[in-house]
């Protein structure tokens, strides 16, 4: 019943996946590469800020409902919808390949940031790290986790920049081909600023 509910409503689903890629996810992401970004300042400059995050009132609910939930729905769902195996529409070859690389990248971003959310804030709480500058750098320190983020920090830039596009065409706000071209082109352009940041970001807790 509950999977003749999600066939039956398969465009609504879409479109709701869709939105919650942008909003709260991508708006997150960006806010969490800008802040990691100071790690390029410094370790002070660094954990000044993550503290002040980290004081926030009700911050496990906002957590809760503003990234865990969305994340792990949008995750779960985007599972589900790449499983189905079938484009809808036919689409020009390169946007195939785009269709193909957002699936695949959506799966390995639900690993990498199941992983990340326990290195980074569940067992650093556990272990009472503190210093949250250190606990990455002391990470980062490992070829293969240096390897495990920038793989991770890749695919959430290409996810979020080629999302982009995809709301924009989802919910019908392109729609000749060429507003559809141009949103492809701002979409990538936007992944690669925020792979800039996280690359930034890693380069500032391992020089």
Not at 33 to 41: A, E, G, K, M, Y
Not at 110 to 120: C, D, E, Q, R, S
Not at 121 to 150: N, Q
Not at 185 to 198: E, K
Request: hydrophobic share 55%.
């Amino acid at each position: 019943m509950s999977t003749n509910v999600f066939v039956s409503n398969y465009y609504f689903i879409k479109r709701l996946h869709s939105l919650l890629g942008i909003i709260p996810l991508t708006l997150f992401l960006t806010e969490h590469l800008l802040v990691n970004s100071l790690s390029t300042v410094g370790s002070s400059q660094f954990n000044a800020a993550a503290s002040v995050l980290r004081s926030m009132p009700y911050l496990i609910v906002i957590e809760l409902a503003v990234i865990i939930v969305p994340l792990y729905f949008h995750g779960i769902l985007g599972v589900w919808i790449a499983f189905q195996g079938s484009v809808e529409v036919r689409v020009p070859y390169m946007r195939n390949w785009l269709y193909t690389l957002q699936r695949a990248t959506g799966l390995i971003l639900l690993l990498f940031v199941t992983y990340h959310i326990y290195a980074a804030r569940i067992f650093s709480d556990l272990a009472g790290k503190h210093d949250l500058y250190a606990l990455m750098a002391e990470y980062l320190a490992s070829p293969l986790i240096y390897a495990v983020y920038v793989v991770g920090i890749a695919c959430a830039a290409f996810h979020a920049g080629n999302g982009i596009f995809n709301f924009v065409y989802k919910w019908g706000i392109t729609v000749s081909e060429r507003s559809q071209t141009w949103a492809m082109a701002l979409g990538l352009l936007i992944g690669l600023v925020l792979f800039a940041a996280g690359m930034g970001a890693l380069y500032g807790f391992t020089r």
